[in-house]
């Protein structure tokens, strides 16, 4: 075995003058010096999606901001034209990718995010294998050019790949895009690198093959960059294939951890792998310093050195059984504490797993004063609080928060028309939007429409005071239907205002309370047909209509679907049609 190129064999004639001759040819054709412009292109690339990005983000904040303090005129042409391709964008945007890909190719769950990726992984896969030559005529020559790129373009993406990992983030804070919302695309970068580091790895092993075997082979192998190659490897092998959705619902708390370490531990090796080859140790130090730079924001705006909440300050949280299978925790000493509707924070009981923290959802609005988390258990650290309240009527632990993060850019109180669906605990995501809305005085929203999925009628009893306080402030403007699922046949099909409260089917005990949201609500027993709901909602549209969804996968792929099909109304708007400018929807899931 053994390749030879112009009568010169690749490995026994490298002393030779002609073979020399050759190499510096070879050189002169591909330099090994030009490689680094492939990380650039790489770059260029991240760097525009975040300007677009940014772009989106500043426009709609404009747009929202003028919607509430100026007259509502009708758009320009230049306003129209953008609302009509965004509408476009979205028709296909929000559409939902099948289930099985998602689950078993950990895709993306819309289509335009999909999309994206699929131009994402097309640039880089037609910037690193179409250029020739692949492989030089001998190993002697130098290193491949096929494998020189596709490295320094697997380096370049290092930077990004921890620019999407952290909760604080330069990228959230240019494009409004909250941690949860990227973290697909986290992952994406990831088996991107990984890709690109196989294509990178490949010829170095072929090459040597091809010229003087398995022995040859482990010859190079005693190489230092061969020695230095393979730990970087097994790492991003080991972080894109251990750590799939289906990974971490088995095993979060675990999960996390294994995880944060192995990403410290690849960029560690890759440094040593890539210092001093064309420069590429500047990927290096830019993911340190980025990381660096999160990680102290992080610590200085969201966690115990926040500014006015007093330094590493401990909290008394109060924990307290709500109903079967379902516990509140509740946190009244909030000084130095802010949020919007629709944010979420990490608690860490301090007495308990001092390691571990979760997110939850936070039900309350900054004028309440208080936080208040309601959390349905799974394993873990949620199972074992609410195995306590088994014996004791509440508890109160000392815990640490970090956050809040999530939400949206956009502002909700700049739309028309609002919905709010959720299922079981997501009510926790949309209720602050309610609460928010019927608490603004100068509010532009005409129809509030809140939908809530629940298993058993005594779940109604979570939020029971936060109904009232909204039907009693927002009046006829605020439609509020429950859907009881889960109980017996027998019940009537439906309650509402116009029904009699006092008779055999009344929702909950006779209080005072209780009479009034029975005035406001409407109870509908048996599981409800989400794509019904929204048929129901798109007939009443009116020009700046606002989705939030929160709650179980299914319901979400379902208001999503038909999301992007509510956007036909605005491309396709008539005379006969009120004006529709905008159908935006914003989607709350704890998957990631």
């Known amino acids: 075995m053994g390749v030879t190129y112009m009568g010169l ?12 001759h050759f190499h510096t040819v070879s050189q002169e054709k591909v330099p090994w010096t030009h490689q680094p412009w492939y990380g650039l292109v790489t770059v260029y690339f991240a760097v525009a999606t975040i300007f677009v990005a940014m772009v989106k983000c500043f426009w709609y904040m404009w747009k929202d901001h003028r919607y509430i303090v100026s007259e509502r005129k009708l758009p320009s042409i230049l306003t129209s034209f953008v609302n009509v391709t965004t509408a476009y964008c979205r028709l296909f945007g929000y559409q939902q990718v099948p289930e099985l890909f998602v689950r078993y190719l950990s895709l993306p769950t819309s289509l335009g995010s999909l999309i994206y990726l ?44 921890l620019l999407l990992s952290g909760k604080v983030n330069f990228i959230t804070t240019l494009t409004g895009i909250s941690y949860e919302k990227l973290n697909w695309l986290h992952q994406f970068v990831g088996v991107a690198a990984l890709v690109l580091a196989l294509i990178h790895t490949i010829p170095f092993i072929y090459q040597p093959l091809q010229e003087g075997g398995v022995e040859n082979l482990a010859k190079v192998n005693k190489d230092y960059l061969y020695v230095t190659g393979w730990p ?27 995880h944060w370490i192995m990403g410290l531990g690849y960029v560690a090796a890759l440094g040593v792998h890539v210092y001093d080859q064309l420069d590429q140790q500047h990927y290096i130090w830019a993911t340190a310093a ?3 730079a999160q990680w102290v924001c992080r610590v200085v705006l969201k966690t115990f050195c926040r500014p006015g909440s007093g330094f590493f300050r401990l909290r008394e949280a109060e924990i307290r059984r709500l109903g079967e299978n379902v516990f509140e925790v509740s946190i009244d000493s909030i000084k130095g504490f802010s949020w919007r509707p629709g944010q979420h924070c990490f608690i860490r009981f301090v007495n308990r797993r001092i390691l571990d923290s979760h997110p939850f959802s936070i039900a309350t609005v900054k004028e309440d004063d208080k936080l208040r988390f309601i959390i349905v258990p799974k394993e ?24 809040p993060y999530g939400g949206t850019f956009r502002n909700h109180l700049a739309f028309d028309s609002v919905l ?19 608490k603004e005085t100068k509010l532009v929203t005409r129809v509030i429409d809140f939908r809530w999925i629940v298993r058993h009628e005594s779940d109604i009893g979570w939020i029971k005071y936060e109904l009232n306080e909204a039907l009693e402030a927002a009046g006829k403007k605020l439609r509020i239907h429950i859907y009881v699922a889960e109980e017996d046949a027998s ?6 205002e116009k029904d009699s409260w006092s008779g055999k089917e009344k929702l909950l005990s006779e209080t005072s309370e209780d009479a ?25 549209l009116l020009r700046r209509n606002l989705i939030v969804s929160s709650g179980s996968d299914l319901m979400k792929r379902t208001v999503s679907q038909a999301a992007a099909e509510f956007q036909v109304d605005i491309v396709s708007t008539n005379k006969h049609q009120p004006f529709i400018e905008e159908v935006y929807l914003h989607t709350e899931s704890f998957g990631w």
Request: net charge positive; glycine share 6%.
């Open 290 to 292: 980025i990381w660096a």
């Open 9 to 20: 064999d690749c490995l026994a004639d490298k002393k030779d003058p002609l073979y020399q």
């Open 380 to 403: 873990g650290l949620t199972r074992e609080l609410y195995a306590e309240l088994e014996r004791e009527v509440a508890v109160t632990k000392r815990v640490l928060l970090d956050g």
């Open 232 to 258: 970087a490897t097994v790492f991003i092998i080991l972080l894109c294939a251990l750590f799939k959705k289906q990974v971490r619902e088995k095993m979060y708390e675990l999960s996390f951890h294994l």
């Open 491 to 496: 019940k009537a099909k439906t309650t509402t």
């Open 516 to 540: 009034l949201l029975n005035q406001g609500m409407q109870v509908t027993y048996g599981r409800p047909d989400v794509h019904d709901i929204m048929a129901e909602y798109r007939l009443g």
């Open 118 to 161: 699929i131009i994402a992984s097309g640039y880089l896969l037609c910037f690193c294998l179409v250029p020739h030559f692949w492989y030089r005529q001998c190993r002697g020559f130098g290193s491949p050019p096929l494998a020189v790129r596709a490295g320094i373009m697997s380096t370049a993406l290092t930077p990004f790949l």
């Open 420 to 438: 709010l669906m959720a299922t079981g605990s997501g009510v926790t995501v949309t209720l602050p939007y309610l609460l928010s809305l019927v």
